[in-house]
């Protein structure tokens, strides 16, 4: 049964400090993306990959946030440095895309709290 | 722009009650849509989906049908268990984006016995 695998699962760091997560996207799949999920703004789309090319990261704050996929068996997301608003659980999906769209297969989640 | 509204929650209902979750969507063209569910602790995961006007998407006793002419895709069980309480998520997808999803507010089921 393929999987999404994100690490860490929680993360508890002070403010100003780097913030490193890690996502295994499921074998084969060619998109990736990752979100950012708050109580108060609810799923927000932070970036996606499709064949490891960034297409889309305007729903990142450029200045302290950055997505690679360095291979594409690995995505991170950074944040440097970090915030306390940065406090959420930050997903990290793959899929497969050809002619239409298709699901989106998300991982456990990464809990971050900036303190 | 696309744009996905589902009803607001929380919804609370007991034991083996009927279930209806209301989606209605804005986009050009003809988008698949989904509904994906995340229980406590956990990602989001495909509940059921349809890609074309008329489509029936089902799994779980879940149903939901693309509805072109109203651009909804409703959520649906007859007899919902407590094991369903969880956040449920509709969101549509496009041809013409590269798989980017929208995806609605979420609405939070709370299933009693």
């Known amino acids: 049964d393929a999987r999404v695998t994100q690490t860490p699962r929680h993360k508890v760091t002070e403010m100003g400090q780097e913030v490193t997560m890690r996502c295994q996207p499921i074998l084969g799949h060619n998109t990736v993306f990752w979100y950012r999920q708050t109580m108060m703004q609810g799923l927000e789309l932070l970036a996606y990959f499709r064949n490891r090319a960034p297409l889309d990261d305007s729903g990142m704050p450029k200045d302290r946030f950055s997505a690679e996929m360095p291979d594409a068996t690995l995505a991170t997301l950074k944040i440097q440095p970090s915030e306390p608003r940065d406090s959420a659980v930050y997903f990290c999906?793959?899929?497969?895309?050809?002619?239409?769209?298709?699901?989106?297969?998300f991982g456990p989640g990464t809990r971050l709290t900036v303190l | 722009g696309n744009s996905v509204t589902q009803m607001e929650g929380p919804v609370t209902l007991s034991e083996e009650a009927f279930l209806t979750i209301n989606c209605t969507y804005t986009?050009?063209?003809?988008?698949?849509l989904f509904w994906y569910v995340q229980y406590p602790g956990e990602g989001l995961q495909l509940l059921l989906k349809?890609?074309?006007?008329?489509d029936k998407g089902s799994n779980k006793g879940f149903e939901a049908t693309y509805r072109k002419e109203t651009t909804s895709f409703h959520l649906e069980k007859g007899s919902v268990q407590v094991s369903d309480s969880a956040v449920y998520f509709c969101a549509l997808s496009q041809n013409t984006n590269a798989g980017k999803s929208t995806f609605g507010d979420g609405t939070t089921l709370t299933v009693k016995p």
């Open positions: 986009a050009t063209g003809y988008p698949s």
């Open positions: 999906a793959s899929g497969f895309r050809d002619t239409r769209p298709d699901t989106q297969y």
């Open positions: 349809a890609t074309k006007a008329d």
